[in-house]
């Protein structure tokens, strides 16, 4: 199967954490990735995770990646403005292709 | 380096028209992949190409096609356009496309079909 799963909506305060979720279903991805896509824009590439890792940090980024549960989360430390936006988890394999999720849209509150 | 780039961004046409799209990947790669982006079905994988050779086409009627040239540059074709055709298309490159599948996208050219 190629069904990624993510929630639709997050809503955080600006300052504070911010965690997405993500659930995939092929056991074969080696790959899974976070991308941002901002208003009018294509998709920034934030970061990725090879599947035989469980985490991940990238500055003010955390990938969490549980394999036997294929659950996959991506956390923003110090959430501001500017990461308000729409972000997808994605899943690739060796087959040339990702496979994305429906997206997340996270709205930063004051 | 310059990144992924999409020429036109914008485009108006009407149904029955064909629209031909064109992308240049990032320099030294040679993976360039086509995704389709709509509300109702979010990101969908068109087709990939590598070394002009289509590795992969994802689940779309034959109206649908693409070529790659010897540069890596890549255009994509839709012939005879209907109104769900009307959507974001992304662009995508990578040094080579497979395991590491690392795509970095281009901005995307917006069509409208009416």
């Known amino acids: 199967g190629e069904d990624v799963e993510q929630s639709l909506f997050l809503s955080v305060r600006e300052g504070d954490s911010s965690v997405i979720n993500c659930t995939y279903t092929?056991?074969?991805?080696?790959?899974l990735y976070w991308y941002k896509q901002e208003p009018g824009a294509g998709l920034q590439l934030l970061t990725y995770i090879f599947s035989n890792m469980d985490m991940k940090q990238d500055q003010r980024l955390t990938v969490l990646l549980n394999k036997k549960d294929k659950h996959l989360s991506l956390r923003i430390a110090d959430t501001q403005t500017g990461d308000s936006a729409i972000y997808f988890c994605a899943e690739g394999r060796n087959d040339y292709k990702l496979s994305f999720g429906a997206g997340t849209t996270v709205t930063v509150r004051a | 380096k310059a990144g992924v780039t999409q020429t036109p961004r914008y485009l108006i046409k009407t149904r029955g028209q064909q629209v031909t799209l064109s992308c240049s990947p990032i320099?030294?790669?040679?993976?360039v992949s086509w995704y389709q982006q709509t509300p109702g079905q979010g990101l969908q994988f068109l087709f990939e190409y590598f070394s002009e050779t289509q590795r992969n086409k994802g689940n779309f009627p034959g109206r649908f096609s693409g070529r790659q040239f010897s540069n890596s540059r890549s255009e994509m074709n839709v012939s005879t356009l209907e109104l769900g055709d009307s959507a974001l298309y992304l662009c995508a490159s990578s040094l080579a496309g497979t395991g590491m599948n690392e795509q970095y996208f281009g901005p995307g050219t917006r069509l409208t079909v009416t």
């Open positions: 320099s030294g790669h040679r993976s």
């Open positions: 092929d056991s074969s991805s080696t790959y």
